[in-house]
């Protein structure tokens, strides 16, 4: 008989802020995110110093999944960096469909935490450099001309998909993101 042993106080921890400020924003309560974990306010302080260095905590175990989420999307897409890149797209768009979508949870937490001090914002920075690089390398090997920039251009219409997906699904943000994606990585390979 095999039984498993119940997370500890760290990881309940993360798993409830990684919820409820998915659900609720990072603003959620420190006693929502206590009762949620079903730990004492101690362990908060113990584990992370404070809710600030659980915010940043959760958002780099967020960072990790979901940078290698992209990752397993393009390779499942193969080795051709268009069909990878629109494949994280079209990923994504079906994301931003679900009606249980509450948008992007690294501009959430951006645009929510006022204090520019705040340790959260160096992770969603970081967040955002990692997949900046996994589009460069796509745009690299595709021979786009300017990949960085074509990069830049296809996280900014990621951000802006998944914000109209949380804000105006009746948009369509799906098809028009993936048309404006087919536009930025057809529009500069070399010959």
Do not use: N, W
């Not at 949620?36 to 362990?43: C, D, H, L, Y």
């Not at 001090?117 to 090997?141: I, M, N, S």
Request: with cysteine.
């Amino acid at each position: 008989m095999t039984t498993s042993a119940k997370p500890g106080p760290r990881e309940r921890l993360l798993l409830a802020a990684q919820e409820l400020t998915y659900t609720q924003g990072v603003g959620v309560g420190v006693d929502a995110l206590l009762k949620a974990a079903g730990v004492a306010r101690r362990s908060l302080y113990e584990h992370f110093g404070g809710k600030d260095g659980l915010i940043a905590e959760m958002l780099r175990r967020s960072t990790a999944e979901d940078v290698e989420q992209y990752r397993r999307t393009m390779d499942e897409a193969g080795d051709e960096p268009r069909a990878r890149l629109l494949a994280v797209v079209d990923r994504l768009g079906r994301i931003a469909c679900d009606p249980h979508f509450h948008g992007c949870r690294y501009l959430a937490a951006d645009l929510a935490l006022a204090d520019p001090a705040h340790p959260g914002h160096e992770v969603t920075r970081a967040y955002r450099r990692a997949v900046h690089r996994l589009f460069t390398d796509e745009f690299t090997a595709l021979g786009h001309e300017r990949p960085e920039f074509a990069a830049d251009q296809l996280l900014i219409l990621v951000d802006g998909l998944l914000a109209a997906g949380a804000t105006r699904p009746e948009s369509r943000p799906a098809a028009a993101s993936r048309e404006l994606a087919v536009h930025i990585i057809g529009s500069g390979p070399r010959d």
